[in-house]
């Protein structure tokens, strides 16, 4: 580009492009002096250092607006292209949704549903299974409530036990009188293996959630329907169980009424007679006697009920584990005319769904992290179920023997 002189003064002719920092700075240095009128003002130092200063900084302004005001625009419009490129992959993401996500839901409400009630059951005596990652709030809150059921247990048997064996004479009424006691001592028992066997339910519930996770739509279904069949086992026993408890517990000694002895004195019954080191017929005692024996009733119930749909809820999962291996079986078999790869793929699959169901693990070793669901359901519910029978024979025997004495008597 070329510069015309004018008056000693270098005037710039219009630029196509940038204007450069050497056109300002070094291309004046590189031109030759010229001859002009002596005495001008404007050539006298140090006026032409100042002016040649001020039009190079001049030139440096110009090129830094124009640097900024590109880099300005290039940020804008390359972040208008980067929130374009994120709505496509959002709307990528929603036109295919992952499988993933969707069957982690459905086993995150599957897993809920299929739980609720056992969990609602469990929690509200302490026993179940807390998260790892639990809050130390919620650890002590649960020893505390475990801490304040077995008060409660041996609140109500230890007096009645010392009434039994200190004021009862009769060996009838004896028999009479343990067998409630009898009854909340085994399910003493099963909430002890209960919460031994925290760790092993925690397990049981990963795997449950596992096979939610990794079963198809129709798997699920058969999930879901078995665990409403067991819902409303669970409900159905629990309304019989808690209506004849509470009028067994809280309404029968209240229908009795109050008895009046020799030495007129009166006495108020108790749903469980108990040997106490105070007078338990004078008030508060004795309405807080009555309370704590008719709550420790409940907590038996809740126990039984809790238990019972434990049992419940893994024997129906490992059913209806079994019915989907049957029908991968059925479908098996209708893969007859189909390519031989497709079959021998089914059949691998049919291999790993059985091994995870059943497998040959030794159980002596069965607390390793290797075991499978039927094992680990066997090993928590074994215990619970040996104790329902024994419970259930013990109390047929009683029964029979005080019916032998009373024809006997007769």
């Excluded at 990652?133 to 036990?161: D, E, G, N, R, T």
């Excluded at 189909?338 to 291999?351: G, L, M, P, R």
Aim: proline residues 4%.
């Amino acid at each position: 580009m070329a510069r015309k002189r004018i008056n000693g003064f270098t005037k710039p002719e219009p630029l196509s492009g940038t204007d450069c920092w050497s056109l300002r700075a070094v291309t004046p240095f590189l031109r030759p002096k010229t001859t002009t009128v002596s005495g001008l003002l404007f050539l006298q130092r140090p006026n032409y250092e100042i002016l040649f200063f001020v039009q190079v900084l001049c030139g440096f302004i110009n090129c830094t607006t124009l640097t900024g005001i590109l880099g300005l625009c290039t940020t804008l419009s390359l972040h208008m292209c980067s929130m374009l490129k994120i709505l496509g992959n959002k709307m990528n993401d929603l036109t295919n949704l992952s499988k993933t996500d969707k069957n982690m839901q459905n086993a995150k409400e599957g897993v809920k549903y299929v739980t609720w009630l056992v969990h609602l059951l469990l929690h509200a005596i302490g026993a179940w299974p807390t998260n790892v990652k639990s809050s130390v709030l919620s650890k002590v809150q649960k020893w505390i409530q475990i801490i304040l059921i077995y008060s409660i247990h041996f609140a109500v048997m230890v007096p009645s036990i010392l009434y039994i064996i200190l004021k009862v004479k009769s060996t009838r009424s004896r028999i009479k009188l343990i067998l409630p006691h009898y009854n909340s001592l085994c399910q003493v028992w099963k909430y002890t293996i209960v919460l031994r066997r925290n760790n092993e339910i925690r397990e049981l519930l990963d795997d449950l959630r596992n096979d939610w996770l990794n079963g198809t739509e129709e798997d699920q279904m058969i999930y879901k329907t078995r665990a409403t069949i067991g819902h409303r086992l669970v409900i159905s026993f629990m309304i019989f169980l808690y209506c004849s408890g509470a009028g067994v517990r809280a309404l029968a000694p209240i229908l009795r009424g109050k008895t009046v002895l020799p030495d007129n004195t009166t006495l108020r019954h108790l749903p469980c007679p108990g040997y106490f080191f105070f007078n338990d017929q004078i008030s508060p005692n004795y309405e807080i006697i009555f309370f704590v024996q008719v709550f420790c009733g409940f907590i038996n119930y809740t126990t039984l009920s809790g238990t019972l749909g434990l049992c419940t809820t893994l024997c129906l999962h490992m059913s209806s584990m079994l019915r989907i291996l049957g029908n991968k079986m059925n479908q098996l078999t209708n893969l007859s005319k189909t390519d031989e790869k497709i079959v021998q793929k089914k059949i691998a699959d049919i291999v790993e769904y059985h091994t995870q169901f059943k497998d040959k693990i030794n159980h002596f070793v069965i607390k390793t992290p290797f075991m499978q669901y039927f094992n680990r359901s066997e090993y928590v519910t074994s215990p619970i179920y040996f104790l329902d029978l024994a419970g259930a024979m013990s109390v047929m025997v009683i029964v029979g023997y005080i019916m032998i004495m009373v024809v006997t008597i007769t």
